[in-house]
């Protein structure tokens, strides 16, 4: 800057009276404040990159992870299952009555007597698995082409609202009109992992950046309900569910038999979604699950609601299976909204992703 400039600057803001002796001071505080708020914003976009490698780095090394068949941890596990299981089933009778019933459909359909407990927070991936484990049970017992439809899902699948359903209100519920051959029954929770899950089952558990999570789960509890759209920021309603997403997280990770991750499971499904079902000892021939993923991808899933009319998923079939009343959604919504991996970038500011 020339000298002739300089000087005009400073005379500018020379205090030569009060009233600019005032006006340098009130000039300095704002450089300060823009200063603060530049560095405030740098360390919020630090800390989100920072945080987002993180859980990347933290997750990656979980992704249907076959180190988690360590046996001590295994065996120590399973033994803890097996001492919680039958601690419920002296106690609490309507665990015995769920159980008990499980058993004797499996001894008669001669299917494992033991589930695959898929557990995860709400819209982290769930419905993804359950289509691609249902449409490979579906192609190799009946060569299926087509994806399942939401309805044909859950009659197939019936234990949701596990651990609930099964240990409060003593229901197991079979499949309806549907062998399952050699393949276990598949249950399902957005609860955290509990000590006698082993003595039910193998875990798999599916987890998504927490952030994106939050958004989908906001356009699922929000946006999507008639009457609800509008009233609330997905920021503020952020706040309210993000202790849930840890509390299943912190339960479930370390304790869960294999866990998926859902980022990987939209970019490279052929690779992790097979390592997992081996550690779940979950049959399949090769050509069968890679049919059942690509029968499953987010697209055919919109496909399949196009087609069907089922846009709203599951939400609107079995209303008795669900542990609340079934919400009314608005005409424009779909379950398969967006699948997008990174959407949290385009509803939360830097600094609230950094809170959160």
């Given at each position: 800057m020339s000298d002739e400039k300089s000087g005009f600057i400073r005379n500018l803001f020379s205090p030569t009276d009060k009233r600019s002796s005032n006006l340098a001071a009130e000039n300095e505080q704002l450089r300060a404040q823009l200063h603060n708020v530049g560095l405030e914003l740098q360390a919020s976009r630090a800390a989100?990159?920072?945080?987002?490698?993180?859980?990347?780095?933290?997750?990656?090394?979980?992704?249907?992870?076959?180190?988690?068949?360590?046996?001590?941890?295994?065996?120590?596990?399973?033994?803890?299952?097996?001492?919680?299981?039958?601690?419920?089933?002296?106690?609490?009778?309507?665990?015995?009555?769920?159980?008990?019933?499980?058993?004797?459909?499996?001894?008669?359909?001669?299917?494992?007597?033991?589930?695959?407990?898929?557990c995860g927070p709400a819209k982290s991936g769930n419905t993804l698995l359950r289509f691609v484990f249902h449409n490979l049970v579906n192609r190799t017992l009946n060569g299926a082409t087509e994806t399942l439809t939401y309805h044909q899902l859950n009659e197939m699948q019936r234990n949701i609202g596990f651990p609930h359903v099964f240990r409060d209100d003593g229901n197991f519920r079979a499949p309806h009109e549907f062998n399952y051959s050699e393949f276990p029954l598949m249950f399902h929770a957005h609860h955290p992992w509990e000590s006698f899950w082993p003595g039910i089952g193998n875990t798999l558990f599916v987890v998504r950046n927490p952030l994106d999570t939050l958004v989908s789960y906001w356009y699922h509890n929000v946006e999507n309900e008639i009457g609800k759209r509008g009233t609330i920021s997905v920021e503020d309603y952020a706040d309210t569910i993000i202790d849930h997403w840890i509390g299943v997280f912190l339960a479930s990770f370390p304790n869960a038999d294999a866990v998926l991750r859902y980022e990987c499971l939209m970019r490279r499904p052929h690779s992790v979604i097979p390592k997992a079902f081996r550690?779940?000892?979950?049959?399949?021939?090769?050509?069968?699950?890679?049919?059942?993923?690509?029968?499953?991808?987010?697209?055919?899933?919109?496909?399949?609601?196009?087609?069907?009319?089922?846009?709203?998923?599951?939400?609107?079939?079995?209303?008795?299976?669900?542990?609340?009343?079934?919400?009314?959604?608005?005409?424009?919504a779909r379950f398969a909204r967006s699948g997008e991996v990174g959407q949290w970038q385009a509803h939360f500011s830097n600094k609230k992703a950094a809170a959160l």
């Open positions: 989100v990159d920072r945080l987002t490698s993180i859980f990347a780095s933290h997750i990656e090394m979980a992704e249907a992870n076959a180190n988690r068949s360590d046996p001590v941890a295994l065996e120590s596990r399973q033994a803890m299952g097996v001492l919680q299981r039958n601690w419920l089933l002296r106690e609490k009778a309507s665990f015995k009555k769920a159980w008990l019933d499980f058993q004797a459909y499996a001894a008669r359909q001669n299917i494992p007597n033991r589930a695959i407990i898929l550690v779940l000892n979950i049959p399949f021939k090769d050509s069968n699950l890679a049919d059942a993923i690509e029968m499953s991808r987010f697209e055919n899933v919109q496909k399949m609601e196009d087609k069907s009319g089922q846009h709203h998923g599951h939400m609107i079939f079995n209303p008795n299976f669900h542990l609340g009343p079934t919400p009314d959604w608005n005409p424009d």
